[in-house]
């Protein structure tokens, strides 16, 4: 199975702060990579898929980039709602798998 | 609006059965996969199993092949977990989750409220 790693695991960052997170994959993954927000009881939301694309409706302050094996999800000006676990998730294969996840908190 | 319900889940001891269900709604659910994915407390995210559209193609994670049946009632646009020989470490909140096509290979676009799966003597 491919083997996903975030880092960091915790962020702690302030409103309006700029913040990156960011995915490894075990094996090249191209581009068929997405990313979700899980706010704490509540199910998981897409937020980017295919790397860089935007879901409809999520805010545009949300980005995502890379390709292969290193991809990265940012926040350009993090907002209260935007306190989270954000996780990256692999669809190349059908044993999709996912990252461990980062916290992002105050 | 697209909507998944899970039901189903509760508290079980180990070596006992459980059928979860999902019903789907707001989409034409024959034409896309789904799959469940679990959340032990306070850990991330697993996937599970994952079925075609049209019902033909399965798959599993190895932690649970031979113990958990998935399905799908296409009439009823229903989505099944049949969970064997459960075990401690099954105990998670199970989502039902649909994907964005038919391949299994796919991101997850909508996701349920999950439903608690506890096993424990």
């Known amino acids: 199975d491919i083997q996903m790693t975030q880092s960091p695991s915790t962020l702690s960052a302030s409103v309006g702060d700029k913040v990156t997170i960011t995915c490894r994959a075990s094996?090249?993954?191209?581009?068929?990579l997405a990313w979700y927000q899980q706010k704490p009881g509540k199910a998981p939301k897409l937020l980017i898929y295919?790397?860089?694309s935007l879901e409809s409706g999520v805010p545009s302050r949300f980005s995502g980039g890379g390709s292969g094996t290193e991809f990265t999800l940012t926040i350009s000006s993090l907002q209260p709602d935007d306190f989270a676990t954000y996780y990256c998730?692999?669809?190349?294969?059908?044993?999709?798998?996912f990252g461990q996840g980062t916290k992002v908190e105050i | 609006e697209v909507q998944v319900v899970e039901s189903g889940g509760g508290l079980v001891q180990p070596g006992e059965s459980l059928r979860l269900s999902c019903a789907a709604s707001?989409?034409?659910?024959?034409?896309?996969?789904m799959s469940w994915v679990r959340q032990a407390p306070g850990k991330g995210l697993e996937w599970v199993s994952g079925?075609?559209?049209?019902?033909?193609?399965?798959s599993y994670v190895d932690s649970v092949k031979g113990r958990f049946t998935i399905s799908r009632d296409n009439s009823r646009n229903t989505l099944y977990l049949q969970m064997n020989s459960l075990r401690a470490e099954d105990t998670a909140i199970y989502y039902c989750?649909?994907?964005?096509?038919?391949?299994?290979?796919?991101?997850?676009?909508?996701w349920g409220q999950g439903t608690l799966v506890t096993v424990s003597s």
């Open positions: 989750a649909k994907e964005d096509g038919s391949s299994l290979r796919d991101y997850f676009d909508y």
């Open positions: 295919k790397s860089s």
């Open positions: 998730q692999q669809y190349t294969s059908y044993s999709r798998t």
């Open positions: 707001g989409f034409t659910f024959s034409t896309y996969a």
């Open positions: 094996q090249s993954i191209s581009s068929w």
């Open positions: 079925v075609s559209g049209n019902g033909g193609s399965t």
